[in-house]
């Protein structure tokens, strides 16, 4: 049993490297740039290694945001509030300063040409969070459900990559804050 905990942790900290690595070399380079040797040796590991825990660079891709976005999902669904409750800035607080924890992986993201997948991906996480917290709402405004989850969803991701590209120029609490606050100016969410 407490070999089986030693082996979980060697392969947690594997990939954490592989990750790190990839994750690194991603801002610097375009993915088509990025070859498994490149990752290996940034890591310090085998070409192997990285080939037990990943198809391809595709898939290594695909698994860190994967990974990334089902915890933005969990951190941002676990509010045990009824659901007339909105959790407006606590659930931007959560996000933000998640953004900011995981710098590294946001900034290679939001930095990187090829990073439309992470864009459109992240866009639809938010978009979907914002339409089933418009439903427990239930407030009708004139604005169709769908378009007001698209405009918000894309100025949060918006505001979310000025952030990162700007290495962070204010605290998470100071930019949950002022999004709150520019929904509610333009009438985007309602807080009633």
């Known amino acids: 049993m407490e070999m089986e905990k030693k082996i979980d942790r060697r392969i947690l900290r594997t990939k954490e490297a592989i990750n790190r ?15 498994i040797n490149d990752i290996a040796e940034r890591a310090n590991v085998n070409r192997g290694t990285i080939y037990l825990h990943y198809i391809d660079k595709y898939d290594l891709l695909d698994k860190c945001i994967e990974d990334h976005l089902g915890k933005l999902i969990s951190f941002c669904s676990s509010h045990d509030l009824p659901p007339e409750v909105m959790v407006v800035e606590q659930d931007l607080m959560t996000v933000i300063e998640y953004v900011g924890d995981n710098y590294l992986f946001f900034s290679a993201m939001f930095s990187n040409h090829r990073s439309t997948l992470f864009r459109d991906r992240m866009l639809e996480f938010i978009s979907a969070g914002l339409k089933v917290k ?12 769908e378009l007001n989850a698209q405009f918000m969803s894309s100025a949060f991701v918006g505001i979310l990559e000025w952030w990162i590209r700007n290495k962070m120029p204010h605290p998470p609490q100071y930019m949950a804050d002022q999004v709150r606050r520019l929904f509610e100016k333009n009438e985007v969410y309602s807080l009633s």
């Open 21 to 35: 690595a990839f994750l690194e070399l991603f801002t610097e380079k375009e993915l088509e740039q990025i070859t």
């Open 134 to 145: 418009q439903d427990k709402q239930d407030v009708n405004s004139g604005i169709d459900k």
